[in-house]
């Protein structure tokens, strides 16, 4: 059974940077792609960023040049360096995987079938 384990979150300053980390057990990192998704309160969860299979990246435009999404083989991780942090960027961030996603449907956390169970990320002003 995948299972899917996010770490690195905290409380962080306005401009300050942050990596999540997403380990997956049960399975290859290789097979899966890999989705990171976020929460703000009041709000509906959002796609950020991921990456496919072979590790191409998409981002929504709100974290372009601000955050980067990376694989580490060794670890059978994902990680997402985020920089330039701003209290908008205050969320649970999920990260999600599926072995049959497209690149083109990335954004779409139907199509995911495993997910972590989230980790916190608070930036103050």
């Known amino acids: 059974q995948v299972q899917l384990v996010e770490s690195g979150g905290g409380l962080v300053q306005a401009g300050g940077s942050l990596r999540l980390s997403c380990a997956l057990s049960?399975?290859?990192?290789?097979?899966?792609?890999v989705g990171w998704f976020r929460q703000a309160p009041g709000k509906e969860r959002e796609y950020v960023c991921g990456?496919?299979?072979?590790?191409?990246?998409i981002y929504v435009e709100d974290v372009k040049g601000r955050f980067t999404v990376s694989r580490d083989y060794a670890k059978n991780a994902v990680s997402l360096q985020m920089n330039s942090l701003t209290p908008e960027d205050t969320a649970i961030y999920y990260c999600?995987?599926?072995?049959?996603?497209?690149?083109?449907?990335?954004?779409?956390?139907?199509?995911?079938?495993?997910w972590g169970q989230g980790t916190q990320v608070t930036v103050s002003s």
């Open positions: 990456t496919d299979r072979n590790g191409i990246p």
């Open positions: 049960g399975g290859n990192i290789r097979r899966y792609a």
């Open positions: 999600a995987a599926d072995s049959s996603i497209i690149t083109s449907s990335l954004r779409g956390e139907r199509h995911y079938d495993y």
